[in-house]
């Protein structure tokens, strides 16, 4: 059963031809019928815990080599280096959207045999799969729609929000503020499904759920909900690994479900092997000595290069993309200095994160400006979650803020930018999908 709905499903949406929608999905899915067929649907980590590492992909901390571009076969790749996406590149959005069709999947099921799962097992299953769903939605909406302003642009095109596992059911695209609000809806539901904790990292809980509505929030630059939401993360868990303890001679030398993982997802880029890129040098020389990340994070080349190791996949051939306490810190440090009254609160939190990532006698000293320690916080944000697909997701908003950073790639004595408010920051939807669903297309 497993088997046959993943290949109906790739089938779909990856082929995106009308010959594959005839059969309605209630007929494909009527084997479905225990609460096992349910979780083995959400258990597939391929499906649900491989999120998108494109925001990396698109990002300023590392760069190729021109031979290592020119290698790369697939145009999609090569195109996403040089932020010159076109409609013909399918850039995370068939996969995002399968992870939709999956939850969508779980959740009318769930509903359908809800009699048969008890109220304890039918509300984690559902929790689970909104969880995914929000989770899919927000990686959508950091590559396909512009960054949210507010009332400014609250009214301009997000994604379409697919609630329903039908594929011949048509779902236009929502507003942003409509996105925003679905997304946040679900999950604060979720919150409210899924258990405190659970055994196994790879699947949600209310701690996941309140860390990625901090993420969520801090991305939109909403600080008192960001300052809020990880405040009570910290609450329930506040571990941090003692990097002078990690051992830095192994090739990975982080654990998979480390004490600060909250919730485990992982990927592959083929712009991001230790194969193919190189740290940004820039981003690299901002490690002091005295910095532990610089010896347990890289490896330096005998060429003065430097490739990148410090992945918590345990795995080399993958990026760790989940939530951490570590992350939870360093969101309440920067939201604290847009909360009246709360900076000394996020002083105390970041002096506290620090410990475990300096040498002591080499502990940075927090500057006493406030824009000086903002600038001082977002450069240890880059510096902790540098390959966790997060320099994207964040600059998208500081640009918004009057940052002006400015993306540069040199290749072959050309020179391409991606600039603040430049439109590439909401990719190119698929022409597969405008022609299928009659979507309004990303303005270039």
Request: with cysteine; proline share 2%.
């Amino acid at each position: 059963m497993k088997n046959y709905l993943i290949l109906l499903m790739v089938m779909v949406f990856f082929c995106g031809c009308s010959k594959f929608l005839d059969e309605k999905p209630s007929q494909k899915l009527a084997t479905i019928s225990t609460k096992e067929d349910l979780w083995a649907l959400l258990n597939n980590e391929n499906i649900f815990n491989s999120m998108s590492l494109v925001g990396e992909d698109l990002s300023d901390n590392y760069y190729l080599m021109e031979d290592t571009w020119n290698s790369i076969a697939n145009i999609s790749t090569r195109n996403k280096y040089t932020w010159e996406v076109s409609e013909n590149d399918d850039i995370a959005w068939s996969m995002l959207y399968l992870r939709v069709y999956y939850a969508n999947v779980v959740l009318e099921n769930a509903l359908a045999i809800k009699a048969k799962l008890g109220d304890k097992d039918f509300r984690e299953i559902s929790g689970t799969a909104k969880f995914y769903r929000s989770l899919s939605f927000f990686e959508l909406m950091t590559l396909f729609s512009l960054p949210y302003i507010g009332n400014e642009n609250s009214d301009k095109l997000g994604i379409s929000l697919r609630l329903s596992a039908d594929i011949d059911k048509k779902f236009p695209r929502s507003s942003i503020k409509e996105c925003y609000e679905k997304i946040i809806a679900d999950l604060k539901e979720s919150e409210d499904e899924l258990p405190a904790l659970t055994s196994i990292k790879t699947r949600p809980s209310k701690l996941a759920v309140k860390a990625l509505l901090a993420r969520i929030y801090l991305s939109i630059g909403n600080y008192d909900e960001a300052f809020e939401f990880s405040r009570r993360v910290l609450e329930e868990r506040s571990d941090l690994l003692d990097y002078s303890k990690i051992n830095g001679e192994v090739e990975t030398p982080f654990k998979r479900y480390n004490l600060e993982v909250i919730h485990w997802t992982s990927n592959y880029s083929e712009l991001l092997t230790q194969q193919n890129c190189f740290v940004d040098t820039l981003l690299y020389n901002t490690y002091q000595d005295g910095d532990y990340r610089k010896k347990l994070y890289f490896r330096e080349e005998s060429n003065n290069k430097v490739k990148f190791r410090g992945t918590f996949a345990e795995d080399i051939t993958l990026h760790f993309t989940g939530s951490t306490t570590a992350e939870m810190y360093l969101t309440f440090a920067e939201a604290s200095l847009k909360v009246n009254g709360k900076k000394n609160e996020g002083k105390d939190k970041l002096n506290y994160f620090l410990k475990f990532r300096y040498h002591l006698d080499e502990l940075p000293k927090l500057p006493e400006n406030d824009s000086e320690l903002r600038n001082f916080i977002l450069n240890e944000r880059r510096k902790e979650f540098i390959f966790r697909n997060r320099r994207f997701e964040d600059v998208r908003r500081l640009n918004l803020e009057g940052d002006n950073i400015i993306f540069v790639r040199r290749l072959a004595g050309r020179e391409y930018k991606l600039t603040p408010k430049s439109s590439k920051y909401a990719l190119l939807i698929p022409l597969e999908a405008i022609k299928y669903s009659g979507f309004v297309q990303n303005q270039r």
